[in-house]
């Protein structure tokens, strides 16, 4: 039973326009979620993260926005760039020293 | 280390036999967790370590796998009896203070396996 869902598996954006990458969880104790980003032959780095206490954070031109009642996070990329091309992990945790669960992952291609 | 450091970063083995892959994790960092992820798959929990609390193995997919990790730093990811579906990348994470609220894991870039 997948806890943390990225249905889309892959997205195609151009330049300059937004990117938004959808996630959907469906375990109501995770309180804190991540975005990572994954180059191809390199590890996932860290991106962005959110608090269940906050329903929006942004950094630069990643905004990620949180909606706890439909238990659904996504990821603003504005404005898409190419270098921005790579697959995109949500992941979240509870409380308690649980490990992060992650999603299947949705890739991004940005074209210019 | 700057970052966390895996070895090998390229294995092929055959079918059957064991393997071992070491994590250096980012000095200092209490947490360590093993993931992998499976071609066309998500990132896969398989183990974490937290300081010196017992490991949480909940994510080993059977008992031919298992880890170590001695004290806060080096850990051994060993396959025993390889099957070809072990092959993926097994990545190795480790973070300052394990998941509470706030904390980032870093991830290394990952051991291939290719079990042939």
């Known amino acids: 039973d997948q806890q943390v869902k990225q249905n889309s598996p892959s997205l195609s954006v151009q330049e300059g326009r937004i990117s938004i990458l959808n996630c959907d969880y469906t375990?109501?104790?995770?309180?804190?979620f991540l975005w990572y980003k994954k180059y191809p032959a390199e590890g996932p780095t860290f991106l962005i993260s959110?608090?269940?206490?906050?329903d929006k954070n942004e950094d630069g031109r990643f905004t990620v926005f949180l909606n706890k009642s439909a238990k659904h996070l996504s990821l603003h990329i504005v404005p898409s760039q190419p270098g921005d091309s790579a697959v995109y992990f949500c992941?979240?945790?509870?409380?308690?020293?649980?490990?992060?669960?992650f999603g299947k992952g949705t890739r991004l291609s940005v074209i210019a | 280390g700057a970052g966390v450091s895996q070895s090998p970063s390229n294995k092929v083995t055959e079918k059957g036999k064991d393997v071992e892959l070491r994590c250096d994790p980012i000095?200092?960092?209490?947490?360590l967790y093993w993931y992998r992820q499976r071609l066309g798959q998500g990132l896969e929990f398989l183990i974490y370590?937290?300081?010196?609390?017992?490991?949480?193995k909940s994510g080993l997919p059977s008992d031919r796998f298992s880890a170590e990790r001695t004290g806060e730093s080096v850990s051994t990811l060993t396959i025993q009896r390889t099957q070809q579906e072990d092959s993926a990348v097994y990545l190795c994470?480790?973070?300052?203070?394990?998941?509470?609220?706030?904390?980032?894991?870093?991830f290394g870039e990952g051991s291939w396996l290719t079990v042939v």
């Open positions: 992941a979240a945790s509870a409380k308690g020293n649980t490990p992060l669960v």
């Open positions: 000095s200092g960092h209490t947490a």
């Open positions: 994470a480790s973070s300052s203070h394990g998941t509470q609220l706030g904390n980032t894991i870093y």
């Open positions: 375990n109501s104790m995770f309180d804190y």
């Open positions: 370590f937290q300081g010196n609390s017992a490991p949480d």
């Open positions: 959110i608090s269940s206490i906050k």
